[in-house]
Nanobody, 126 residues
Framework: QEQLVESGGGSFQAGGSLRLSCAAS?????????MAWFRQAPGKDREAVAV????????YYADSVKGRATISQDNAKKTLYLQMNNLKPEDSAMYYC??????????????????WGQGTQVTVSS
């Protein structure tokens, strides 16, 4: 089982930027070919923010963050990143790193992923 640890959360101002990191104990490893960032606000469902296929680095983004977010990786550092600009108060949530194998689920479905970090809190104030 892959071990994932998120960092980089905190308090931010609207219009600012953040960069979250996800360190893996063994990165990359098979069969975890998909890496993702999810977020969950109190009382809300967990939603996919960005997903990347490590095999070809093809990425997918939620409509709410398109044009503002970039998911990337550094294999040498065994780290996944989420860069997000022009932060909005509605971006406030607990952000989770996740990993999973190929499956029949859609790219945004959390059921696709079977390794999760503990999360890092992001709070955006206006």
């Amino acid at each position: 089982q892959e071990q994932l640890v998120e960092s980089g959360g905190g308090s931010f101002q609207a219009g600012g930027s953040l960069r979250l990191s996800c360190a893996a104990s063994a990165y990359p490893v098979s069969p975890y070919v998909y890496m993702a960032w999810f977020r969950q606000a109190p009382g809300k469902d967990r939603e996919a923010v960005a997903v990347m296929a490590r095999t070809n680095q093809k990425s997918y983004y939620a409509d709410s963050v398109k044009g503002r977010a970039t998911i990337s990786q550094d294999n040498a550092k065994k780290t996944l990143y989420l860069q997000m600009n022009n932060l909005k108060p509605e971006d406030s949530a607990m952000y989770y790193c996740a990993a999973g194998p190929t499956s029949g689920y859609d790219w945004y479905d959390p059921r696709r992923f079977n390794a999760w970090g503990q999360g890092t809190q992001v709070t955006v104030s206006s």
